[in-house]
């Protein structure tokens, strides 16, 4: 069985992150921004972690409806019992906006296969290029079941890690990465092949040094049958 991530480990990655961003914003910009895409009045985040509520700040519109799924349940305890300052300011968007959210603290795999929840957009940051092979597929089939005709499909990777060895392995062991996933552009090719439309796609090469990885992909599908 997974063992899921202790609290600790996902207050330090929430609090890592904000600080990368500030630290990077050409990096977290270039990414956030393509997060316009997601659209309409049901979204769906896949494998959210602790920044569902970040991504939530970038989409192209406001939605009514907003979930989250992750196989780490502490992720959704800290996003709501957290008094960091940003959480309590993210919790107050979602109130003054009236979306509705909810968490799905199980594998999206078991989820999307019974739910009868359908989407506007359905989206993954840091997660759809860490499944391989028939995994890979299957998520596709699961996730062209529960978005909507004309709904869009957005997908945010990094290629060329240079995690050390004590990362990796907490990553793996917390879900938080897989052990194989796709090359750039066999995900762009996989997810054509599930029978998405390929809308956009935008390729922004890095600092390895300094941000620790070589280049970010974004790219943004449709689904234009039932």
């Known amino acids: ?67 989250g799924v992750d196989v780490n349940t502490n992720a959704f305890r800290y996003l709501k019992e957290s008094q960091h300052p940003r959480l309590v300011e993210c919790r107050e968007y979602v109130r003054s906006h009236k979306i509705h959210t909810e968490f799905i603290a199980e594998s999206v795999f078991d989820w999307a296969a019974r739910t009868d929840s359908r989407f506007d957009s359905v989206f993954g940051v840091g997660v759809f290029a860490t499944f391989g092979g028939t995994e890979f597929d299957r998520l596709m089939k699961l996730i062209m079941r529960v978005l909507n005709k004309g709904g869009v499909l957005v997908n945010v990777s990094w290629d060329g890690t240079y995690y050390t060895e004590k990362q990796r392995r907490e990553k793996l062991k917390y879900r938080f990465s897989g052990p194989e996933g796709p090359t750039p552009d066999e995900l762009i090719d996989w997810v054509e092949k599930a029978g998405f439309k390929l809308m956009e796609r935008r390729i922004l090469t890095t600092d390895p040094v300094a941000y620790k990885w070589d280049s970010i992909h974004v790219s943004a599908f449709r689904k234009e049958q039932d």
């Not at 921004?33 to 494998?47: D, M």
Request: hydrophobic letters at 35%; a negative charge.
């Open 1 to 67: 069985m997974t063992e899921l991530a202790p609290v600790e480990y996902i207050r330090e990655y929430y609090e890592g992150s904000l600080s990368k961003a500030e630290q990077f914003p050409k990096e977290y910009g270039y990414y956030r921004s393509f997060l316009s895409h997601v659209k309409g009045a049901s979204v769906l985040n896949v494998g959210c972690g602790p920044l569902f509520y970040e991504d939530l700040w970038h989409f192209g519109e406001v939605p009514e409806q907003y979930v």
